[in-house]
C-alpha cells in the first residue's frame, strides 16, 4: 500500500509541477488529492521537499548547463552564438530564447506554489516524532523568501501569493506588489523561519546527508544578501543610509553567531564535502568529465571537450592586483604588461587558465606566430586556424576540477554555493563602508578575506569613495565565476560602464626565438548593448500577454 501510495505521489507531482496554463501556476482543481496526501507524514513530507527543486542549483544552467550569468557580465563571453547568451548581449530580454528572463520568472512561482500548499495543509498531517513539523514549516518559509528574492533582484515587485489559489481564483488578474512590499514579504517569511530552523547544518539530524537543507543561519545570509540588495543604487536612489545599516547588522548578526569562517585554502572552497565556510550549498559530489558541462560546455577540444564556450575576457583579469596589493594600473605595482602573469593576486592562478599554466600535465597553448612570407601562421595546441576555441586566450579554471579529464573516470566535488561567510563579510564590509566610512571594522572584514588569499591588507587611509571601490574589486575577485557578478552590476547600476564596454582579449605573439608579445586586443564582435532600463529584467512577454492591463511592464521594456 505504501508502495502505491509512493508512485500516486511521484505522479501526481510530476503532473501538477509540470501545470503551465497560468501566469502564476496557481492550483486547479488539486484539493482532494492535496488532502490525501496530507493526511500521511511521509508523502506530505516529501511533497514539502519538492519545494526545493524549483532552487537554481549550479552555475552552468541557461541552457540545460551551459550558459553562465558570467557571460552576461564583464567577466566572460560565449565564444559561439548561444541563444540564452546572445539575446541578453544584444539587450533583447524580451525574447523568447533569453531563458534567465523568461524560465526563472516561471519556476519560482511554481516553487511558491508548492510552498503555499504545504503550508495551507501541513496543520491536518499527523506528524510522527521523527518528521518535525517545525523544521518543515521553516524550510518552506525560508524557500518561499528565496523564489521570490529571485523574483525581486531581477524584476522589482511581483505579484505576491501567499496562499494557494483555488480554481476560481486562478484566472484572477492580479497586479504586481511594490518593491517594499514584496522585501518585506520576504523579510517577514525569513524571520519566522529562523524561529523555526535549525541554526546550522550541523544542528540537523543526520547532517552529512541533509548538506543542501535550509538552517537558520541560511535564512539569516539570506536577510543580510536581500537587505543590500535593498540599500543598493537601484533600490535606494536617495542613499538612506538607515538602509544600509540594515543591511550592516543583519550581516554581523551572522558574524556574531561564531558559527562560521573562512576555509584556509581559497583554491578549495568550492571543492569541499563540508566546510565550516559554508552555510548553504547544493552538493554537487561526483562529477565526472563525460556528458557534463565541464566536457561539453568547458573544455576546449585541445583537452578532449566538446568546445569551449566561455572565455574570461581581460576585463576580468585586469582587476586582479600585484601580489603587492596594488592595481596593475598603479605605476608603482610592479606590473609589466609583457610579463602579465607574474606576481598576481593568487586567487588569479585559481580561477583563470592563460598561456604558458601549467595544466592536466602540459603547457596550455593560446598562442599563434606573426604571418610568415607565405602569409601563413602557426597556432599554439589550443588555438587552431580552423577553430579559435577560446577569442580571449584564456580559458575558465575555477569550474574546472583538474581530475576532470578525458579519457578518465575519476570524478569531483564541485558544490553550487548559495552563501559562503566570505560573502557575509564582504556585504558587512560594503554595506558599513556606506553607512558609515572606512571603519576599522569594514578594513577588517575586507582584509579576513584578502589574507586568507595570500593578499596583504588594504593600505590605510582610504576614503568611502576609494574603499567603495576596492570592495567592489575584492567582490568581482573573490566571487569570480559563482554567479556574483551580474547581479552586482545591476544592483550598482553599472550596466553601461561595465558591461557596454568593449569587452577584451589578449593576443598572444610566439617569436621566432620562443619568446611572447603579448598585446590587450578589443573583440568588436563581442560587444554587448546595456541601457539603463535593463537593470530591471522585462516581465516576460508571455505573462504581459495573459494579463488584462493588471500587471504593468517595468519602465523602457
Known amino acids: 500500500m505504501k508502495t502505491l501510495k509512493l508512485s500516486m505521489l511521484a505522479i501526481f507531482i510530476l503532473s501538477s509541477t509540470a501545470c503551465k496554463k497560468d501566469f502564476l501556476q496557481r492550483d486547479i482543481g488539486i484539493q482532494t488529492d492535496i488532502q490525501k496526501v496530507f493526511q500521511d507524514p511521509i508523502l506530505a513530507s516529501r511533497y514539502a521537499d519538492n519545494s526545493y527543486t524549483f532552487s537554481i542549483n549550479d552555475y552552468g544552467r541557461l541552457s540545460g548547463y551551459k550558459g553562465m550569468t558570467s557571460q552576461f557580465s564583464d567577466e566572460s563571453i560565449a565564444n559561439n552564438a ?9 539587450g ?13 520568472y516561471t519556476q519560482m512561482y511554481r516553487g511558491i506554489r508548492n510552498v503555499n ?33 529571485e523574483l525581486i533582484k531581477r524584476y522589482g515587485g511581483v505579484v505576491l501569493l501567499t496562499q494557494p489559489q ?13 518593491f517594499d512590499e514584496t522585501l518585506n514579504q520576504i523579510l517577514a517569511d525569513l524571520d519566522q523561519s529562523i524561529t523555526l530552523l535549525p541554526q546550522t547544518n550541523a544542528d540537523w539530524p543526520n547532517p552529512a546527508a541533509q548538506a543542501n537543507r ?24 536617495t542613499n538612506d543610509v538607515s538602509k544600509w545599516r540594515k543591511a550592516a547588522d543583519a550581516a554581523l548578526a551572522i558574524i556574531n553567531l561564531n558559527k562560521f569562517g573562512l576555509e584556509t585554502s581559497y583554491a578549495n572552497v568550492l571543492q569541499l564535502s563540508s566546510s565550516r565556510e559554508y552555510i548553504r550549498i547544493w552538493p554537487r559530489g561526483g562529477r565526472s568529465y563525460i556528458g557534463t558541462y565541464i566536457s561539453d560546455f568547458l573544455v576546449p577540444i585541445s ?39 607574474t606576481n598576481r593576486d593568487p586567487r588569479f592562478y585559481v580561477n583563470i587558465l592563460y598561456n604558458g599554466a601549467t595544466w592536466q600535465g602540459r603547457a596550455v597553448q593560446t598562442w599563434q606566430t606573426e604571418p610568415n612570407a607565405s ?67 569594514v578594513y577588517d572584514a575586507v582584509d579576513a578575506i584578502r589574507q586568507r588569499a595570500g593578499m596583504p591588507k588594504l593600505p590605510t587611509g582610504l576614503n568611502q569613495e576609494q574603499m567603495r571601490a576596492r570592495i567592489r574589486n575584492e567582490r568581482a ?38 619568446t611572447y608579445t603579448y598585446n590587450v586586443v578589443e573583440l568588436p564582435t563581442f560587444r554587448k548593448v546595456f541601457e539603463d532600463y535593463m537593470h530591471l529584467y522585462p516581465i516576460p512577454r508571455n505573462e504581459m500577454n495573459k494579463s488584462s492591463g493588471a500587471l504593468k511592464q517595468n519602465p523602457g521594456w
Request: negative net charge.
Open 477 to 514: 575577485v573573490e566571487f569570480a565565476f559563482e554567479d556574483m557578478r551580474w547581479w552586482d552590476i545591476l544592483r550598482w547600476k553599472k550596466g553601461p560602464e561595465l558591461v557596454a564596454q568593449p569587452m577584451k582579449g589578449m593576443k598572444v605573439i610566439r617569436n621566432a626565438n620562443n
Open 117 to 149: 500548499v504545504t503550508l495551507a495543509n501541513m496543520d491536518k498531517t499527523p506528524w510522527t516524532p521523527d518528521l518535525n513539523a517545525n523544521y518543515i514549516k521553516g524550510e518552506q518559509l525560508y524557500l518561499r523568501a528565496y523564489f521570490y528574492s
Open 82 to 90: 548561444q541563444t540564452e547568451v546572445a539575446v541578453i548581449n544584444r
Open 375 to 441: 602569409g601563413a601562421i602557426t597556432y599554439g595546441t589550443d588555438i587552431s586556424a580552423a577553430i579559435s576555441i577560446t577569442k580571449t586566450s584564456y580559458y575558465l579554471k575555477r569550474l574546472w576540477p583538474e581530475t576532470s579529464r578525458s579519457g578518465s573516470t575519476a570524478s569531483a566535488l564541485l558544490n553550487f554555493v548559495y552563501y559562503r561567510y566570505a560573502e557575509v563579510l564582504i556585504n558587512y564590509a560594503e554595506a558599513l563602508n556606506e553607512a558609515e566610512g572606512p571603519t576599522q571594522a
Open 303 to 341: 583537452y578532449g571537450g566538446a568546445q569551449s564556450n566561455l572565455s574570461p575576457t581581460q576585463n576580468h583579469v585586469d582587476l586582479y592586483e600585484m601580489n603587492n596589493g596594488k592595481p596593475i594600473t598603479d605605476p608603482t605595482s610592479g606590473y609589466n604588461a609583457q610579463a602579465p602573469y
Open 92 to 104: 533583447l530580454f524580451l525574447d523568447a530564447g533569453a531563458s534567465d528572463v523568461n524560465n526563472i
Open 214 to 237: 535550509a538552517t537558520g543561519a541560511a535564512a539569516m545570509a539570506l536577510k543580510a544578501r536581500v537587505l543590500l540588495f535593498a540599500a543598493s543604487p537601484l533600490n535606494n536612489p
Open 166 to 178: 483555488d480554481f476560481t481564483e486562478a484566472a484572477d488578474d492580479k497586479p504586481r506588489a511594490s
